[in-house]
């Protein structure tokens, strides 16, 4: 987390000056931080925006549901291969804290009742690591920006996209 902090600045610059299509959906992400500025907040965007940015699908990370319909969302769940969840009170607007933050590993509810999506994100990628798992293929760059950027193991051999990534932060 420290990590995240110490880049947030420098990252959120980089995310922000993305174009297109791309960079509309980072600014829809990013637009939480003035809702409500808190040091999670900052963290979750950001993580959902370099998936963004890396051209991958935050939403096959994090799924995001309703507290209204219990057994549709249990039903969801059970058929998730790896991923975070949030479940919010129905109507609840972004300033609010969820019900509840969780990991899923192949359909079973591993760890719940996190209290966000940053410490959700650090503890997925624990258990990734030390259960030796192969990062989600469609979330391959985020992963390797966490573990070579954030979490600074293997740093030698960076791919192209999180090189780029790297040296435009540094700038």
Known sequence: MSQLDQYSDQLARVLCKKGGEVGRKIKNIMAAIHQKD????RRACNL???ALYLNEVPEELVKEYDS???EET???LDQTLIGIYVIKHPGSSTDQAPEDVGIIVEGVQVLTGLNDVATAFALL???IYDLNLSYPTDLRYTF???Q???MELDTHRLS???QVLKNKMLE
């Open 144 to 146: 390797e920006f966490i």
């Open 160 to 162: 192209n996209k999180i």
């Open 38 to 41: 808190s040091v999670d907040t």
């Open 148 to 150: 070579k950027i954030l």
């Open 74 to 76: 249990q039903r969801k």
């Open 125 to 127: 990628f624990g258990i």
């Open 48 to 50: 959902q925006a370099v």
């Open 68 to 70: 209204e319909d219990f």
